[in-house]
Structure formats: structure tokens, C-alpha cells
């Protein structure tokens, strides 16, 4: 159960990968897409019983090394899954921001045209929608 479990996060970590390049290249959807994915996934890992496999194969020391490994190696999982899920979520946070902007740039303007134009009966009736 150690090797699915470690299977399953090496799986969790390339979808998380996969998620940040795409919100890299604007692949907003994509990134959604993969959610599903992720999900599926972390369920699989809550179906694991973990205090079932440490009490399991322990009788030797080959067994208990072996499963020492798989957990560090778990752990480093653990800890990449996270920083890239970091990065993930400042990289959106920036793009809220960026929108925000843009969005603020946009209402100047349609209320400068609306208040100083010589149409401003017309004007007034401007309709951006962003």
C-alpha cells in the first residue's frame, strides 16, 4: 500500500504541475479541467488506510528501511505538491489583479467619454461589456 500511495502523490504532483503551466499560458479552463483529475485522485489517497499498512510487514528490517524510504519520499512529494499549488495560486491571484486593473482602466474611460463628449445625450448611453 506504501507504493500506492506513493504512486498516487508522484500522479497528484504532475496534475498540480500540470495545472500551473497551464495557468501560465492563460489556459484558465484547462487548469479547471484538471480539477477532476486532482480529485480523483485525492480520493483515491483518502481511501488508503494508513495505520492498516505501518502495523503490516514490519517484522523485518528490510521491510521497515524500504518503508522509511517510501514515506521520506512521500513527504518530499508532499512538499513539491505544495510549492507548485503556491505558485498556482499567486499566479491567479495575478491575473485577478491584472483583470481588476484593466477593468478599473476601462470604467475611466467610458465615464470620461460619457461626461465630456459632444454627443454626451448619446454618449451617455455607452455600453461597454467586458
Same mark, same amino acid.
Given at each position: 500500500? $506504501?507504493?500506492?500511495?506513493?504512486?498516487?502523490? %508522484?500522479?497528484? /504532483?504532475?496534475?498540480?504541475?500540470?495545472?500551473?503551466?497551464?495557468? +501560465?499560458? *492563460?489556459? #484558465? +479552463?484547462?487548469? #479547471?479541467?484538471? /480539477?477532476?483529475?486532482?480529485?480523483?485522485?485525492?480520493?483515491? &489517497?483518502?481511501?488508503?488506510?494508513?495505520?492498516?499498512?505501518?502495523?503490516?510487514? &514490519?517484522?523485518?528490517? %528490510? @521491510?521497515?528501511? $524500504?518503508?522509511?524510504?517510501?514515506? +521520506?519520499?512521500?513527504?518530499?512529494?508532499? *512538499?513539491?505538491?505544495?510549492?507548485? +499549488?503556491?505558485?498556482?495560486?499567486?499566479? &491567479?491571484? @495575478?491575473?485577478?489583479?491584472?483583470?481588476?486593473?484593466?477593468?478599473?482602466?476601462?470604467?475611466? $474611460?467610458?465615464?470620461?467619454?460619457?461626461? *465630456? *463628449?459632444? @454627443?454626451?445625450? %448619446?454618449?451617455?448611453? /455607452?455600453?461597454? @461589456?467586458?
Amino acid at each position: 500500500m $506504501m507504493k500506492e500511495l506513493l504512486t498516487l502523490c %508522484r500522479q497528484l /504532483l504532475d496534475i498540480s504541475q500540470q495545472q500551473k503551466n497551464a495557468l +501560465d499560458r *492563460g489556459e #484558465v +479552463d484547462y487548469a #479547471v479541467t484538471l /480539477l477532476q483529475e486532482r480529485q480523483r485522485i485525492l480520493e483515491n &489517497i483518502q481511501k488508503i488506510d494508513i495505520a492498516s499498512f505501518r502495523s503490516k510487514d &514490519i517484522d523485518s528490517d %528490510r @521491510n521497515s528501511s $524500504m518503508e522509511e524510504k517510501i514515506a +521520506d519520499e512521500i513527504k518530499t512529494l508532499v *512538499g513539491m505538491i505544495l510549492n507548485v +499549488d503556491r505558485k498556482s495560486k499567486e499566479s &491567479i491571484q @495575478n491575473n485577478m489583479w491584472s483583470i481588476k486593473r484593466k477593468l478599473q482602466t476601462v470604467k475611466k $474611460m467610458k465615464d470620461g467619454f460619457c461626461q *465630456g *463628449g459632444i @454627443n454626451s445625450a %448619446r454618449a451617455s448611453k /455607452l455600453n461597454i @461589456n467586458v
